[in-house]
Protein backbone atom coordinates (compact mmCIF):
# COMPACT_ATOMS: atom_id res chain seq x y z
CA UNK A 1 0.00 0.00 0.00
CA UNK A 2 1.42 3.98 -0.23
CA UNK A 3 3.71 5.26 2.69
CA UNK A 4 4.72 7.91 3.23
CA UNK A 5 7.18 8.03 6.11
CA UNK A 6 8.85 11.50 7.40
CA UNK A 7 11.97 12.67 9.14
CA UNK A 8 13.38 15.56 9.94
CA UNK A 9 11.45 17.15 12.36
CA UNK A 10 13.36 18.81 15.57
CA UNK A 11 13.51 22.52 17.16
CA UNK A 12 15.62 24.97 15.49
CA UNK A 13 16.37 28.61 16.95
CA UNK A 14 14.81 31.67 15.21
CA UNK A 15 16.62 32.41 11.88
CA UNK A 16 17.75 28.62 11.53
CA UNK A 17 17.78 25.96 9.16
CA UNK A 18 16.17 22.49 8.69
CA UNK A 19 15.22 19.65 5.68
CA UNK A 20 12.31 17.55 6.41
CA UNK A 21 12.73 14.19 4.48
CA UNK A 22 9.81 12.10 2.87
CA UNK A 23 10.64 8.63 1.96
CA UNK A 24 7.48 7.04 -0.51
CA UNK A 25 6.69 3.19 -1.50
CA UNK A 26 3.57 1.33 -2.60
CA UNK A 27 3.50 3.35 -5.80
CA UNK A 28 5.53 5.16 -8.90
CA UNK A 29 6.89 7.82 -7.31
CA UNK A 30 8.21 9.67 -10.32
CA UNK A 31 4.48 9.71 -11.94
CA UNK A 32 3.39 12.01 -9.03
CA UNK A 33 3.00 15.09 -8.01
CA UNK A 34 3.80 15.57 -4.60
CA UNK A 35 3.38 18.70 -1.90
CA UNK A 36 3.88 19.48 1.66
CA UNK A 37 1.68 20.90 3.57
CA UNK A 38 1.86 22.00 6.93
CA UNK A 39 -0.82 22.45 10.66
CA UNK A 40 0.01 25.06 13.21
CA UNK A 41 -0.66 23.75 16.63
CA UNK A 42 -4.45 23.69 16.93
CA UNK A 43 -5.11 25.32 13.87
CA UNK A 44 -6.24 24.16 10.35
CA UNK A 45 -4.51 22.92 7.20
CA UNK A 46 -1.80 25.15 4.81
CA UNK A 47 -0.69 24.15 1.51
CA UNK A 48 3.21 24.93 1.16
CA UNK A 49 4.24 24.11 -2.06
CA UNK A 50 3.72 21.44 -5.12
CA UNK A 51 6.73 19.75 -7.27
CA UNK A 52 6.36 18.20 -10.34
CA UNK A 53 7.12 14.88 -11.39
CA UNK A 54 10.14 15.38 -12.85
CA UNK A 55 10.85 18.39 -11.00
CA UNK A 56 10.07 21.19 -13.72
CA UNK A 57 7.42 22.76 -11.93
CA UNK A 58 7.61 23.78 -8.65
CA UNK A 59 4.96 26.18 -6.90
CA UNK A 60 5.04 27.82 -3.69
CA UNK A 61 2.33 29.74 -0.76
CA UNK A 62 3.11 33.40 -0.45
CA UNK A 63 4.10 32.85 3.51
CA UNK A 64 7.30 30.54 1.99
CA UNK A 65 8.14 31.97 -1.21
CA UNK A 66 12.06 32.38 -0.83
CA UNK A 67 12.48 30.74 2.05
CA UNK A 68 11.47 27.37 1.65
CA UNK A 69 12.69 24.66 -1.41
CA UNK A 70 10.80 21.97 -2.72
CA UNK A 71 12.81 19.23 -4.31
CA UNK A 72 13.33 15.54 -5.42
CA UNK A 73 15.07 12.79 -5.78
CA UNK A 74 13.08 9.81 -7.79
CA UNK A 75 15.87 7.40 -7.88
CA UNK A 76 15.50 7.67 -4.09
CA UNK A 77 11.63 8.00 -4.62
CA UNK A 78 12.41 10.53 -1.82
CA UNK A 79 10.91 14.04 -1.31
CA UNK A 80 12.55 17.25 0.48
CA UNK A 81 11.55 20.55 1.79
CA UNK A 82 14.67 22.44 2.41
CA UNK A 83 13.38 25.38 5.39
CA UNK A 84 15.30 28.48 5.73
CA UNK A 85 15.43 31.64 7.89
CA UNK A 86 12.86 29.86 10.22
CA UNK A 87 10.48 32.04 12.05
CA UNK A 88 8.42 31.15 15.59
CA UNK A 89 4.88 31.06 13.04
CA UNK A 90 6.73 27.98 11.29
CA UNK A 91 5.84 25.93 14.14
CA UNK A 92 3.81 23.45 12.98
CA UNK A 93 3.43 19.67 11.90
CA UNK A 94 4.33 19.16 8.41
CA UNK A 95 3.39 16.35 6.12
CA UNK A 96 3.82 15.41 3.00
CA UNK A 97 1.47 14.54 0.54
CA UNK A 98 0.85 12.66 -2.96
CA UNK A 99 -0.67 15.23 -5.34
CA UNK A 100 -1.09 18.61 -6.53
CA UNK A 101 -0.28 20.71 -9.73
CA UNK A 102 -4.06 20.36 -10.55
CA UNK A 103 -4.15 16.23 -9.63
CA UNK A 104 -7.57 15.45 -10.08
CA UNK A 105 -7.69 13.26 -7.35
CA UNK A 106 -6.94 16.26 -4.62
CA UNK A 107 -4.14 14.83 -2.09
CA UNK A 108 -5.01 11.25 -1.72
CA UNK A 109 -2.54 10.14 0.49
CA UNK A 110 -0.63 11.40 3.45
CA UNK A 111 2.66 10.99 5.78
CA UNK A 112 2.31 10.90 9.58
CA UNK A 113 3.37 14.13 9.70
CA UNK A 114 6.82 15.35 11.51
CA UNK A 115 6.81 18.14 14.36
CA UNK A 116 8.97 21.08 13.83
CA UNK A 117 9.20 23.83 16.36
CA UNK A 118 10.76 27.33 16.32
CA UNK A 119 11.86 28.63 19.35
CA UNK A 120 15.17 29.97 20.95
CA UNK B 1 -6.78 33.28 -3.83
CA UNK B 2 -9.48 31.51 -3.27
CA UNK B 3 -11.01 31.29 0.72
CA UNK B 4 -13.24 28.85 1.36
CA UNK B 5 -15.53 29.21 4.36
CA UNK B 6 -17.13 26.73 6.33
CA UNK B 7 -19.91 26.13 8.25
CA UNK B 8 -20.81 25.54 11.21
CA UNK B 9 -17.74 25.49 12.91
CA UNK B 10 -18.57 23.21 15.31
CA UNK B 11 -21.67 20.37 15.44
CA UNK B 12 -22.56 18.31 18.31
CA UNK B 13 -24.29 15.28 17.55
CA UNK B 14 -25.68 11.86 18.51
CA UNK B 15 -24.41 8.21 16.58
CA UNK B 16 -27.25 7.46 14.02
CA UNK B 17 -27.90 11.28 13.35
CA UNK B 18 -27.93 12.89 9.93
CA UNK B 19 -25.20 15.93 9.28
CA UNK B 20 -24.76 18.16 5.96
CA UNK B 21 -21.35 19.87 6.23
CA UNK B 22 -21.19 23.32 4.14
CA UNK B 23 -18.72 24.66 1.81
CA UNK B 24 -18.42 28.19 -0.17
CA UNK B 25 -15.87 29.61 -2.00
CA UNK B 26 -15.03 33.15 -2.89
CA UNK B 27 -15.14 31.91 -6.62
CA UNK B 28 -15.79 29.08 -8.66
CA UNK B 29 -13.71 25.92 -8.22
CA UNK B 30 -15.09 24.51 -11.16
CA UNK B 31 -13.52 24.85 -14.64
CA UNK B 32 -13.37 21.86 -16.89
CA UNK B 33 -13.49 19.95 -13.67
CA UNK B 34 -14.56 20.52 -9.84
CA UNK B 35 -11.28 20.76 -8.03
CA UNK B 36 -12.97 20.51 -4.47
CA UNK B 37 -12.00 17.90 -1.89
CA UNK B 38 -12.98 16.48 1.30
CA UNK B 39 -10.88 15.15 4.61
CA UNK B 40 -11.32 14.01 7.83
CA UNK B 41 -8.65 14.37 10.31
CA UNK B 42 -8.88 12.42 13.25
CA UNK B 43 -6.98 13.63 16.54
CA UNK B 44 -2.94 13.32 16.65
CA UNK B 45 -3.99 11.98 12.40
CA UNK B 46 -3.11 12.88 9.50
CA UNK B 47 -6.09 14.09 7.03
CA UNK B 48 -7.61 11.29 4.96
CA UNK B 49 -8.92 12.13 1.79
CA UNK B 50 -13.17 11.42 1.88
CA UNK B 51 -13.97 12.98 -1.25
CA UNK B 52 -13.02 14.52 -4.65
CA UNK B 53 -14.41 16.23 -7.49
CA UNK B 54 -16.76 17.13 -4.90
CA UNK B 55 -18.65 13.96 -5.06
CA UNK B 56 -16.23 10.73 -5.89
CA UNK B 57 -15.64 9.03 -2.81
CA UNK B 58 -12.17 8.07 -2.20
CA UNK B 59 -11.22 4.52 -2.58
CA UNK B 60 -12.88 2.25 1.00
CA UNK B 61 -14.90 5.52 1.96
CA UNK B 62 -18.38 4.31 3.10
CA UNK B 63 -21.13 5.01 1.07
CA UNK B 64 -22.41 7.15 4.10
CA UNK B 65 -20.29 9.94 3.07
CA UNK B 66 -22.17 11.75 0.02
CA UNK B 67 -20.64 14.66 -1.74
CA UNK B 68 -22.36 17.41 -3.56
CA UNK B 69 -22.12 21.04 -5.40
CA UNK B 70 -20.29 22.86 -7.88
CA UNK B 71 -19.25 26.00 -8.24
CA UNK B 72 -19.34 28.04 -5.47
CA UNK B 73 -21.58 26.27 -2.97
CA UNK B 74 -20.63 22.68 -1.50
CA UNK B 75 -21.56 20.21 0.88
CA UNK B 76 -20.85 16.75 2.62
CA UNK B 77 -23.55 14.75 3.92
CA UNK B 78 -23.10 11.80 6.22
CA UNK B 79 -26.19 9.90 6.68
CA UNK B 80 -26.19 7.86 9.55
CA UNK B 81 -23.23 9.05 11.98
CA UNK B 82 -20.99 6.59 13.03
CA UNK B 83 -18.71 6.89 16.37
CA UNK B 84 -15.53 6.86 14.19
CA UNK B 85 -16.98 9.82 12.78
CA UNK B 86 -17.06 12.10 15.10
CA UNK B 87 -13.57 14.54 13.50
CA UNK B 88 -12.73 17.59 11.93
CA UNK B 89 -13.51 17.75 8.47
CA UNK B 90 -12.06 20.13 5.80
CA UNK B 91 -12.66 21.19 2.34
CA UNK B 92 -10.07 22.07 -0.03
CA UNK B 93 -10.02 23.28 -3.67
CA UNK B 94 -7.18 21.93 -5.14
CA UNK B 95 -7.46 24.05 -8.58
CA UNK B 96 -5.95 27.02 -8.74
CA UNK B 97 -2.58 28.20 -6.67
CA UNK B 98 -2.72 28.34 -3.76
CA UNK B 99 -4.02 25.39 -2.83
CA UNK B 100 -6.74 26.74 -0.23
CA UNK B 101 -8.34 25.16 2.92
CA UNK B 102 -11.55 25.84 5.01
CA UNK B 103 -10.83 26.23 8.23
CA UNK B 104 -12.57 23.22 9.21
CA UNK B 105 -15.93 22.09 10.79
CA UNK B 106 -15.67 20.27 14.06
CA UNK B 107 -18.33 17.35 14.77
CA UNK B 108 -18.58 16.31 18.31
CA UNK B 109 -20.18 13.78 20.18
CA UNK B 110 -23.02 14.83 22.35
Known amino acids: QVQLVKSGGDLVKPGGSLRLSCEASGFTFSDNYMSWIRQAPGKGLEWLAY????????DYADSVKGRFTISRDNTRNSLYLQMNSLRGDDTAVYYCARGGGGSYYGFDHWGQGTQVTVSS | EIVLTQSPGTLSLSPGERVTLSCRASQSVTTTSTSLAWYQQLPGQAPRLLMF???VRAPGIPDRFRGSGSGTDFTLTITRLEPEDFAVYYC?????????FGQGTKLEMK
Open chain 1, 51 to 58: ISPSSSYT
Open chain 2, 53 to 55: GAS
Open chain 2, 92 to 100: QQYGSSPYT
